[in-house]
């Protein structure tokens, strides 16, 4: 009979390895943060990391792929912070929630100059910035639901084309405020505007 202490581990060179990659992806982030697009080099990148060139291309063959691995990553982390977010019990108010929408897809980008210059590297990646919109607007469709599921009198149900319409209008908003007016990410009154308009998107109308 196979013994607890047989039961499969992590193996330390997959952990030596994952650290590794940690690694490189916040030194990319301190060189994006630091130096911006003007420095974006592996080389810079991998003497952040106090490591050799080629132990960086052993895991990444260009910079691009560094990036795309950290926007993924991002993008794992906003869906888990809303899921979890929504699942607490005081989160039961919509102005609660609608709030929370917003400061959930905003709060990433106010960490600007990385933000901004990722997303300058990866702007013309068609097949990442798909799966960036997608994932965006699956968050928001989780937060649309719990508005239904709360009032159905009152807000709309999430169907694709409400979900896809509201996720543009608010990333749409907040890329371009990033690139235009960045230090408008962190004023209030920025905040509640982007609250209005997603009220508005999420409440039922009147029939005209």
Do not use: W
Request: proline share 4%; aromatic share 6%.
């Amino acid at each position: 009979m196979r013994q607890a202490s047989d039961k499969k581990r992590i193996n330390p060179r997959q952990q030596r390895a994952r650290q590794t990659i940690d690694t490189i992806l916040e030194a990319t982030a301190q060189v994006l943060e630091r130096n911006g697009s003007a420095e974006f080099t592996t080389n810079h990148i991998a003497r952040r990391a106090g490591f050799s060139i080629g132990t960086l291309y052993r895991y990444f063959p260009h910079k691009k792929a560094i990036l795309k691995e950290m926007a993924e990553s991002a993008l794992r982390m906003h869906d888990a912070t809303a899921r979890e977010t929504l699942t607490q019990p005081d989160v039961a108010d919509s102005k609660d929630i609608i709030a929370l929408a917003v400061r959930t897809t905003l709060d990433p980008f106010r960490r600007s100059r990385v933000r901004k210059n990722m997303l300058l590297e990866l702007i013309h990646d068609a097949e990442f910035v798909a799966k960036a919109n997608a994932a965006q607007m699956h968050t928001i469709s989780r937060f649309v639901a719990r508005l239904h599921e709360l009032d159905p009198a009152r807000y709309r149900e999430p169907t694709d084309l409400l979900c896809m319409t509201l996720s543009g209008a608010l990333l749409g908003s907040i890329r371009m405020t990033l690139f235009f007016q960045p230090e408008l990410l962190n004023d209030p009154e920025y905040e509640r505007e982007l609250f209005v308009m997603v009220s508005h998107f999420v409440s039922v109308r009147d029939e005209p």
